[in-house]
């Protein structure tokens, strides 16, 4: 059996340990297409969040507590930056995380694909997938700020976008503006010019199930939709989704905050009906209801309490 996943963030990291157990009990194949859309540059390096946290989970190396980075990660880079005043200051890479970050820029710089490079490096974390991310391209999510919010000096000219003075890479949105600054909307920069990525295309059309991880659907999963040729791959095909909604908010992370800036209710029904044109099933939890025309609603415990927890999360979706 073939299983392709569309994941991002630590819950699609998390989603993944469990796919990833049931497809050893089973031999089954697994891919997982990874979101881009938060990659980011700074202090020169070229981050990769979604990718790596996935590659640190599945490899054993993530700070379980914290939720993302290494474990037994330090900080002395990070403070020897903030010493110089080296900016940015509110993004902070740990040294572990670094050599990482070193390797794959270093690699771009040589002028080899993303999608290489991250087979570069599971080769040191293992993971027990094949990770690709969803496009080689350059594709980045901004937050388009609202004409009342302010101008910051990073903001870039978004043209077009209802009037909207600039956007803001969604990193600073995230972590350094914690999403309370006015804005109006997000966009992925690069998405209508990139491709998929050499592997994708052929992980979903050999799929015999396409599985959509409980991640952000605004920024983890629809970046990778964004990419031109994906969204389409999907229609037709045996796709269950798994909603990142739990009782009428986010079992982690900020969906709830995205999906208000689109006028999107925080509801499992409402997060189903943005895949609507593609989901063959929709899984949600036990507690939840959900009305989505010519999708399968199924009801399951979402909580990803442990492993067991979540292969039977997994079960739930491929019995769909």
């Not at 990874?34 to 996935?54: A, F, K, Q, Y």
């Not at 388009?144 to 101008?151: I, R």
């Not at 000219?157 to 309370?180: C, K, L, P």
């Not at 629809?222 to 045996?238: F, T």
Request: hydrophobic fraction near 45%; charge should be negative.
């Amino acid at each position: 059996m073939r299983i392709a996943v569309l994941a991002g963030g630590i819950g699609g990291a998390r989603f993944l340990l469990g796919v990833r157990a049931w497809a050893r009990a089973h031999d089954a194949e697994v891919t997982a297409i990874v979101n881009v859309g938060d990659d980011v540059t700074m202090h020169g390096l070229r981050i990769c969040p979604d990718l790596d946290s996935i590659m640190y989970t599945l490899g054993g190396g993530s700070d379980t507590e914290r939720g993302w980075g290494r474990a037994g990660e330090s900080w002395t880079v990070k403070e020897e930056l903030a010493k110089y005043g080296a900016e940015p200051t509110w993004f902070g890479l740990g040294d572990k995380d670094i050599a990482t970050h070193l390797v794959r820029t270093r690699q771009l710089s040589a002028g080899l694909p993303l999608s290489e490079i991250t087979r570069n490096l599971c080769e040191r974390w293992q993971p027990g997938i094949t990770l690709l991310p969803a496009t080689d391209n350059k594709l980045e999510t901004h937050a388009v700020l609202a004409p009342s919010g302010p101008l910051e000096p990073s903001a870039k000219d978004v043209s077009g976008a209802r009037g909207a003075q600039g956007a803001i890479h969604f990193q600073e949105w995230w972590i350094r503006y914690r999403a309370e600054i006015p804005t109006e909307t997000f966009v992925f920069l690069g998405a209508a010019e990139s491709r998929p990525a050499p592997g994708v295309l052929e992980a979903l059309e050999s799929a015999d199930v396409i599985l959509v991880a409980p991640s952000n659907p605004v920024v983890s999963i629809a970046p990778i939709l964004a990419v031109p040729g994906l969204r389409a791959a999907l229609v037709g095909r045996r796709v269950v989704g798994v909603s990142p909604i739990i009782g009428g908010a986010p079992v982690r992370g900020m969906a709830d905050r995205c999906l208000a800036v689109l006028g999107v209710p925080v509801t499992a029904e409402a997060v189903g009906a943005l895949y609507a044109d593609f989901l063959t099933a929709w899984l949600v939890d036990s507690g939840d209801t959900a009305e989505i025309d010519g999708v399968k609603v199924v009801r399951a415990p979402l909580w990803m309490t442990d492993e067991a927890a979540t292969v039977a999360m997994v079960e739930a979706a491929l019995a769909c």
